[in-house]
């Protein structure tokens, strides 16, 4: 076994070495812009795009006109919220989203909303991470033209019911743009069964190479339009201007036909192995708490908080292994998980919460290494903590006068 | 973000974690921090004749404030209390090389310490 352990496969993910080899003619041999359509050097890029196209619109049960690449989920987020806010102002200025949403749908929305080109629902969650379909109908108003919800959230791993908030979406004549990236390549995607008009996804957080991604843009029942964001030669029907990254796109195909031909496997592999690393930390570890929903959930993702021990100081016991928290200590704006916070979770618990993420390389070696090293680590800084040892005197800790700083 | 080795060590190697028992003769405990700010600090020294001849802490927090406060143990320990008092979060800062988002490790660490001495010092005025 080689450490360190890399378990933070919601943040990214190691690609594919088949995923490199099908990239690598696309560098120095086939070098062309796929845009040039008079000469062999731009045919074959076209072709090898085109190709790609097919493999993950294959993925998502998607038609291959209905891909527009973007730079990634990021870029394809921002491109379909503010795309369709813009082209469909005359309708409307409303946007339904909630509270778990990725930050590029969130801070995309509340941009929006700054510059008064939008209004924004942010729906609540219940306790499990999860959107209530009825909660979405009743927020929508005439002034409302689309409503954002992600598949499956980056990091409790829970999994909206989409479908019904697709049905809804039709049933009220209004857009559904859905935030997939962690979905994607991991549990089965179908946009027709799904009912998604707009959907965000990207090549890395499948084993594919970072800095390429894609917007789904329905063509059919109905035939959404956005408006391009970025100007330029046109290219993406007109969607999203730029020349096309070829070896990248390239390799977000293969990636999308990997996880095609191998999801059902991997998922119980996955699946398995993520539910022995659960029960074992969960049966050794008193007062450790799973956050998320138990079933409706990524089949890779663990989140679990450790009361009385804060998260950074966890991760700098296990500098072999490369996890993720929502402890502020770990975050850029100082401040917990947000989405932690938006299921309840308590601050304590969510500055002590730890993020699991495996992925198609990981052993049950390493599962088994890192059982033990959790449990380790979360036992001496236990012994370390004075909310521990007050827990253990019997004291309420909420009934202590604290001094906050 | 990459700690210095001093902050590594430190936590890998507390110094002097444990606790005293709070009635304890010539025992001071200070407790900083909140369970919502993801950070809290117990200090506690032992004087004999005006010097602190032991110190404990025992701390939630991430790993600069863990090594915070096990520095501070090991600075107060054989230091009058005079001299403790003199103990200031930039020395701590400057010991452990604290990035500027730790500061606030090492502002806790200085608050234990006077909460410790204030403690102990109350104890000893009401006797």
């Known amino acids: 076994m080689k450490l360190p352990i890399f378990l933070d496969n919601h943040s990214t993910s190691p690609m594919d070495q088949r995923v490199l080899d099908a990239m690598l003619p696309y560098f120095v041999e086939k070098f062309g812009n796929a845009a040039s359509r008079n000469h062999a050097f731009g045919w074959a890029a076209e072709e090898a795009v085109e190709n790609a196209r097919k493999q993950i619109a294959k993925l998502i049960k998607a038609d291959p006109k209905e891909i527009v690449f973007t730079s990634g989920a990021t870029e394809s987020d921002n491109l379909a919220i503010k795309g369709v806010l813009e082209m469909y102002k005359e309708k409307g200025d409303h946007i339904i989203t909630s509270s778990t949403e990725h930050r590029a749908v969130i801070d995309t929305a509340k941009s929006l909303e700054a510059k008064g080109k939008a209004t924004a629902t942010y729906l609540p969650v219940d306790k499990y991470g999860m959107v209530n379909p009825e909660d979405v109908r009743n927020a929508i108003t005439d002034k409302t033209v689309l409503i954002s919800v992600m598949l499956a959230n980056n990091e409790i791993g829970t999994i909206n019911p989409v479908k019904e908030i697709g049905k809804i979406a039709k049933e009220k004549g209004i857009l559904f743009h859905c935030d997939a990236t962690q979905g994607v390549g991991k549990i089965p995607v179908d946009v027709q069964d799904m009912g998604i008009d707009l959907m965000s996804f990207s090549a890395h957080k499948i084993y594919g190479p970072k800095g390429v991604g894609a917007l789904y843009v329905r063509k059919k029942n109905p035939r959404v339009r956005i408006a391009a964001q970025i100007d330029g030669g046109g290219h993406e029907r007109g969607m999203r201007s730029g020349t096309l990254p070829v070896p990248l796109i390239v390799g977000f195909g293969k990636a999308c036909e990997l996880c095609e031909q191998e999801m059902a496997t991997e998922s119980a592999r996955l699946t398995a192995m993520r539910d022995r690393l659960q029960t074992e930390i969960m049966k050794s570890l008193e007062e450790s708490y799973l956050n998320g929903h138990p079933t409706q959930r990524l089949p890779h993702n663990l989140n679990i908080s450790f009361a009385y021990v804060e998260g950074e100081s966890l991760l700098m016991g296990m500098k072999d292994i490369a996890l993720s928290s929502g402890s502020a200590c770990t975050s850029a704006t100082l401040e917990p998980s947000y989405v932690l916070r938006a299921l309840g979770v308590g601050v304590e618990l969510a500055h002590s919460s730890i993020r699991f993420g495996l992925g198609r390389f990981n052993t049950d070696e390493e599962i088994d290494y890192t059982i033990k090293k959790v449990i380790e680590i979360v036992t001496k800084l236990r012994e370390m903590s004075p909310l521990y040892e007050m827990a253990k005197e019997g004291v309420d800790l909420k009934s202590v006068q604290w001094a906050a700083h | ?127």
Request: with cysteine; aromatic share 6%; hydrophobic share 35%.
């Open chain 2, 1 to 127: 973000m990459a700690y210095s080795d001093k902050v590594v060590d430190h936590f890998n190697n507390p110094r002097n974690m444990g606790s005293f028992k709070k009635d304890e003769e010539g025992v001071g405990t200070g407790m900083v921090g909140a369970p919502e700010c993801g950070d809290v600090m117990k200090l506690q020294i032992k004087v004999q004749n005006d010097t602190i001849v032991d110190a404990k802490f025992k701390t939630f927090g991430c790993g600069s404030a863990i090594a915070s406060s096990s520095l501070a143990t090991e600075w107060l320990k054989g230091k009058t209390i005079e001299e403790a008092q003199q103990i200031k979060n930039t020395d701590i800062v400057q010991e452990l090389n604290l990035p500027p988002v730790k500061i606030h490790c090492s502002v806790l660490a200085e608050d234990a310490i006077k909460a410790a001495l204030a403690d102990y010092q109350k104890k000893a005025d009401s006797k």
